[in-house]
């Protein structure tokens, strides 16, 4: 967590722009996994949520979750994935593509753990 003294995370990511550039690379990472799209509900939501929208909401919770100045308008992680019935495996995959990602983009060690906690606090 930031001090005063200390940056935030998200200011540590580079702000907005950095960390809009990471969830794009990441959703359509995500919207074109074939281990995830096995699951035909997963399936059918990617071709029902544009992925303009969905990468915009996407960046606004993290932005919001690293420190930043914006406020996640979207649904709650719950309510919105509930009905997919994501499997432990499909999980896992999903953070496979987290962690591709961010080796893609070198986030450093101490920012990636910090958005691995960030993205894991979304499992239930």
């Known amino acids: 967590m930031a001090t005063q003294d200390s940056?935030?995370?998200y200011e540590r990511l580079g702000g907005v722009y950095s960390i809009a550039t990471v969830v794009d690379d990441l959703i359509d990472r995500v919207m074109a996994d074939r281990?995830?799209?096995?699951?035909?509900?997963?399936?059918?939501?990617?071709?029902?949520?544009?992925?303009?929208?969905?990468?915009?909401?996407?960046?606004?919770?993290l932005c919001w979750a690293a420190g930043g100045p914006q406020?996640?308008?979207?649904?709650?992680?719950?309510?919105?994935?509930?009905?997919?019935?994501?499997?432990?495996?499909?999980w896992d995959a999903f953070m496979d593509d987290v962690t591709q990602t961010l080796d893609k983009f070198?986030?450093?060690?101490?920012?990636?753990?910090?958005?691995?906690?960030?993205?894991?606090?979304?499992?239930?």
């Not at 995830?36 to 997963?42: G, H, R, S």
Request: aromatic letters at 4%.
């Open 7 to 9: 940056p935030t995370l």
């Open 35 to 61: 281990r995830l799209n096995a699951n035909p509900l997963v399936d059918d939501a990617h071709h029902k949520v544009p992925p303009a929208g969905f990468k915009y909401l996407v960046t606004e919770m």
């Open 106 to 124: 070198a986030v450093p060690a101490a920012e990636r753990a910090e958005v691995v906690a960030i993205v894991e606090s979304t499992r239930r």
């Open 71 to 90: 406020k996640y308008t979207g649904k709650d992680m719950e309510s919105s994935h509930r009905h997919l019935r994501i499997t432990p495996d499909e």
